[in-house]
């Protein structure tokens, strides 16, 4: 997996920071919680564009078309059947999950519709609602994802140690209060092949 080295760099007036006016710790919170938004949103942009060669020798069964109830279910036998028999998960944002209602719904599974959005259980395959991403909608509504197996798709790997740079003001020409952090990381889809299916079901 290559990786590659993402910064942060900020800065203020000293005199601000002095007065109190700016409290630079908040700064520096701001810049971790901004890395692992970036992260988040590299993770889902990843996994939402992912091909099959992408996918590692692992079964892919890509379906598209207008949404049938009995495609999607043979999509899960088919994924179910490539790792082993093992029990798969349907995983969707909440509006690509909406369509999934069984043919006749039971009171209770009428009022879990009612309160979540969709359905927990598909025909006794579990649903995940993957929440979506502020990035101009990182997942695609109109797209599911089933996965069986134990593995977990995306690895992220780290090269070194978090870099932090603290800057001087009095070396600066405008006094001003530096900070910079950088990681260096990558990631990419990695499964085995005879442990793991995925299948992705994008429909109209």
Do not use: C
Request: proline residues 4%; charged residues 25%; without cysteine.
């Amino acid at each position: 997996i290559p990786t590659s080295l993402k910064t942060v760099r900020i800065y203020e007036e000293m005199n601000r920071v002095l007065s109190g006016r700016v409290d630079f710790n908040q700064f520096i919170t701001k810049v971790a919680e901004s890395f692992k938004q970036k992260l988040l949103n590299d993770m889902y942009t990843l996994w939402s564009g992912a091909t099959a060669d992408q996918m590692g020798g692992t079964v892919y069964f890509p379906v598209a078309g207008n949404y049938d109830e009995d495609t999607l279910l043979d999509l899960i036998a088919h994924v179910e059947a490539s790792a082993g028999g093992q029990k798969a998960t349907i995983v969707g944002t909440k509006k690509a999950l909406r369509p999934l209602k069984e043919s006749i719904l039971s009171d209770g599974a009428k009022e879990e519709w009612h309160k979540l959005g969709y359905v927990g259980t598909f025909f006794g395959t579990p649903v995940v609602a993957a929440p979506q991403r502020h990035k101009e909608f990182v997942l695609d509504d109109d797209v599911l994802t089933i996965i069986a197996g134990n593995e977990k798709p995306i690895k992220v790997v780290y090269e070194g140690n978090p870099i932090v740079l603290m800057g001087d003001p009095l070396t600066n020409a405008d006094f001003t209060q530096e900070y910079l952090y950088g990681e260096k990381y990558g990631m990419g889809i990695v499964l085995a092949g005879k442990s793991a299916g995925v299948g992705r079901y994008e429909f109209t």
